[in-house]
C-alpha cells in the first residue's frame, strides 16, 4: 500500500496518508489490530463515513494512535499518533501498512 509521509520540523515522519480509494476503514483497522503488541480500542462503527472522522484507535506500548479522514471526505486517511508529535512507534506502525 501507498503511503504519504507527515514530516515535522525535525524532518521526521510522525504520521503518514493512506489513500482511501486503496483501503477501507475497516481494512485500516484490520492492518493496526495484526500488529504486533497494538490494542484497537475503537472500530468503525456502522456506516462511519457519514458520521466520524476518526475512526479507528489503537494502542502500542501506551501510545494512542488514531485514523481519520479529514472533513470526513478527505481522498486519505491520516494514521498518527494523539497527540500528534514523533513517536519511535510510528516506524512499525508505518511498516505494518506498507505491507498492508
Given amino acids: 500500500m501507498k ?3 507527515v514530516i515535522d520540523g525535525d524532518g521526521r515522519a510522525f504520521a503518514f496518508e493512506v489513500d ?4 477501507g476503514r475497516s481494512q485500516v ?3 493496526a489490530a495484526s500488529i504486533p503488541g497494538a490494542t484497537v480500542v ?4 456502522l456506516f462511519s463515513s457519514f458520521r466520524e472522522e476518526v475512526f479507528c ?3 502500542i506500548e501506551g501510545v ?4 481519520w479522514e479529514p ?3 478527505n481522498s486519505r486517511y491520516w494514521i498518527g499518533p494523539e497527540p500528534a508529535h514523533w513517536v519511535s512507534q510510528i ?10
Avoid at 20 to 23: A, D, P, R
Avoid at 42 to 45: A, G, Q, T
Avoid at 64 to 67: E, G
Fill in 71 to 73: 472533513f470526513g471526505d
Fill in 29 to 31: 483497522c484490520r492492518v
Fill in 42 to 45: 475503537r472500530r468503525p462503527k
Fill in 57 to 59: 484507535e489503537f494502542e
Fill in 20 to 23: 482511501n480509494l486503496s483501503v
Fill in 91 to 100: 516506524t512499525v506502525v508505518r511498516e505494518a501498512f506498507l505491507k498492508g
Fill in 3 to 5: 503511503i504519504h509521509d
Fill in 64 to 67: 494512542k494512535f488514531v485514523a
